[in-house]
């Protein structure tokens, strides 16, 4: 009788994988943020990478950062094929004209192996962040699908293989929505990891 062979331990446990896009490049670093501690888009998710890192590393999620600085949308994105991912996210946020406030999270469906993988996904961590800044009506901007020519469209349009969306939580030039997303960094993004956890799981 022929003998098995056994599975590695890569094929026995299969660990989650994050990625992690940063919006925007330290030379052109977004919208401003209206807070002493962050200057933009680029510094505040900067900062909020490591604490996204310690929340998915607590439940055994593999998470890594992508940055766009000297590559681009289409180098970074390239670099998040290498690393192949269950899920990316691009962190950005919001700007207006000082009054809006809100929470919103793109995606683009379109070619995509599965649509509705990506919109429940999208879902997921729209639910998650509207729970950490207590959005309720308007607040809750809801889901945005985006295509190729639309805002955030080039970017979400690189992954055809995993869910790929972005997070516009806040309305940085608002100075409430500012002040609400410096004091709860933390549990912003715990959110995050906690939708791509119960996506994963489900």
Request: aromatic fraction near 10%.
């Amino acid at each position: 009788m022929p003998i098995s062979e056994e599975p590695s331990m890569s094929e026995k446990i299969q660990i989650p994988r994050l990625a992690i896009i940063i919006g925007h490049t330290k030379n052109s670093p977004g919208a401003s943020m209206n807070h002493s501690e962050f200057s933009s888009e680029y510094d505040y998710n900067s900062q909020l990478w490591p604490i996204i890192e310690r929340a998915a590393l607590e439940l055994g999620i593999s998470v890594k950062v992508f940055y766009r600085d000297g590559v681009g949308i289409a180098g970074a994105y390239s670099s998040v094929m290498d690393f192949e991912p269950d899920a990316a996210i691009e962190l950005h946020f919001n700007a207006y004209n000082g009054r809006v406030r809100g929470t919103e999270t793109l995606y683009y469906d379109d070619r995509d192996l599965d649509g509705v993988d990506e919109r429940s996904f999208a879902q997921l961590v729209q639910n998650e962040v509207c729970e950490v800044f207590l959005r309720q009506g308007r607040e809750n901007r809801g889901l945005k699908k985006v295509g190729p020519r639309s805002r955030g469209g080039t970017n979400l349009s690189q992954l055809f293989d995993c869910p790929s969306i972005l997070v516009e939580p806040f309305f940085g030039d608002n100075k409430e929505d500012a002040d609400l997303a410096a004091r709860l960094m933390s549990e912003y993004a715990k959110s995050l990891v906690d939708a791509f956890n119960e996506w994963y799981n489900s």
